[in-house]
């Protein structure tokens, strides 16, 4: 779960992106010589609430619009993201597919959450019910919710530049109507990092505990030989301001990194609301004993498909924050 900081350059229909600068200047202005290592690509959807024909009286508060957000990124391959807002004045709703929520509040002082709708839930599935959930939304609840726009980078470059890994790339709107929109960087931090030691001790325990089945599962908190112990001595020591102030100095790091690019008229996504929850979430699980982690509601043993669902959920919301344009 890297630290991550979106930045987004629009452009006019009819003039050039800034792909090409932005790729000179990390050739030209950074200390390190950027490596090529590959190639990514997104696709983003963006779905609104349908104004209701019924005129708002006097007395009625200008209701927000809700927005529902559909993105895929290739290096997440394992899942698709779902972003969307909650109902008022329920801030338990859930969103309309499985998985674990996560609330969030706009932060006015962010230039990305300036347009925000309000809360939002993201949420994770598999990559094919995500395509199956949106063509469910289209069709099913057209009169209620309104396809506004899809994006797409289809041909971004990844390139390692020190501690940082970059991946750059044109936006390309190709609903409804095809233009280009800006070009878009993603720059995430590949240091020390606290909170990537959270995530492997979260997923070497599910492993373990994977390997051994079920009728071990109570024995993992109970065996000397078993390095269970490591896990709570290392979660113990940690408290989620340590988690806040990691991604808070690893986004002082990124925007360092950014600013020596010199290119003006970004937007910025970084250190968005319930940017890290994931992290913590998994903090917490550390420090309870295994037996209580791996059972699932119904005490049976827990088995996932997927071996990191939370995988990416921070850089989703910051490209979903980044790509509520045009709404």
């Not at 997927?306 to 979903?320: H, K, L």
């Amino acid at each position: 779960m890297p630290i991550t900081g979106v930045y987004f350059i629009p452009s006019n229909p009819n003039a050039s992106t800034v792909l090409a600068t932005i790729t000179e200047r990390l050739h030209t202005a950074l200390a390190d010589e950027p490596t090529l290592i590959g190639r990514w690509f997104l696709e983003h959807k963006l779905m609104r609430d349908t104004p209701s024909c019924v005129p708002a009286s006097a007395s009625q508060r200008q209701l927000q619009p809700r927005y529902m957000q559909f993105l895929s990124l290739s290096f997440h391959s394992n899942h698709g993201f779902i972003y969307t807002s909650q109902t008022p004045g329920n801030g338990t709703q859930h969103p309309p597919t499985a998985g674990n929520p996560a609330s969030t509040t706009p932060n006015p002082s962010n230039p990305a959450q300036s347009s925000s709708s309000g809360p939002m839930i993201m949420t994770t599935v598999p990559l094919p019910s995500c395509s199956a959930l949106f063509q469910h939304f289209g069709y099913a609840c057209q009169p209620l919710w309104c396809h506004r726009h899809t994006v797409t980078v289809p041909a971004g470059v990844v390139y390692d530049v020190g501690d940082f890994r970059v991946r750059i790339g044109d936006v390309r709107q190709t609903q409804p109507a095809v233009r280009v929109r800006g070009t878009v960087v993603e720059i995430e931090y590949r240091g020390p990092s606290l909170v990537d030691s959270i995530s492997a001790q979260s997923l070497a325990r599910k492993a373990r505990a994977a390997q051994m089945g079920p009728a071990f599962a109570t024995a993992l908190d109970d065996d000397d030989d078993d390095d269970s112990g490591v896990d709570m001595a290392f979660a113990e020591g940690i408290e989620d301001a340590d988690v806040d102030a990691e991604y808070a100095a690893s986004a002082a790091l990124i925007r360092e990194f950014w600013a020596r690019l010199g290119v003006d008229g970004a937007r910025e996504a970084i250190l968005l609301p319930d940017v890290g929850k994931e992290a913590k979430d998994r903090l917490r699980k550390l420090r309870q004993p295994v037996r209580q982690t791996v059972l699932d509601d119904k005490g049976g043993f827990q088995v996932d498909e997927d071996p990191d669902p939370d995988a990416g959920v921070d850089v989703a919301r910051q490209f979903m924050e980044i790509f509520r344009f045009n709404r």
